[in-house]
């Protein structure tokens, strides 16, 4: 079992820039796909990155490629997720989510996680 948990959330003006991060503990996470969703108020949960086991494939939302990073650090088990240039739709609360394998599908759409954190959340004011 692996419990996942986010941190590094927080209140940001438009154009600015934040670090969420995710700590696993419990099993490894190195062999696993790793990814990033989030949920703003009143709206289903969404996929915004996707990074493979060992880090060479990485995926994401058209609405934030070239503006967030995923990265990760197999040894320290961590996943994190740079946000850069910040939009007042960037507001959520963003989840860390675990795969169930080193699968790294084209369509993140319909990839299914088996562990999710509790979730951090992310302001962005106008």
């Known amino acids: 079992q692996v419990q996942l948990v986010e941190s590094g959330g927080g209140l940001v003006q438009a154009g600015g820039s934040l670090r969420i991060s995710c700590a696993a503990s419990?099993?490894?996470?190195?062999?696993?796909?790793m990814g990033w969703f989030r949920q703003a108020p009143g709206k289903e949960r969404e996929f915004v990155a996707a990074?493979?086991?060992?880090?060479?494939?990485?995926a994401y939302a058209d609405s934030v490629k070239g503006r967030f990073t995923i990265s990760r650090d197999n040894a320290k088990k961590m996943v994190y997720l740079q946000m850069n240039s910040l939009k007042p739709e960037d507001t959520a609360v963003y989840y860390c989510?675990?795969?169930?394998?080193?699968?790294?599908?084209?369509?993140?759409?319909?990839?299914?996680?088996?562990?999710w954190g509790q979730g951090t959340q992310v302001t962005v004011s106008s």
């Open positions: 990074i493979s086991w060992g880090g060479s494939s990485t």
């Open positions: 989510a675990k795969g169930g394998s080193f699968y790294f599908p084209h369509d993140f759409s319909q990839w299914q996680a088996d562990s």
């Open positions: 419990g099993r490894t996470i190195s062999s696993y796909t």
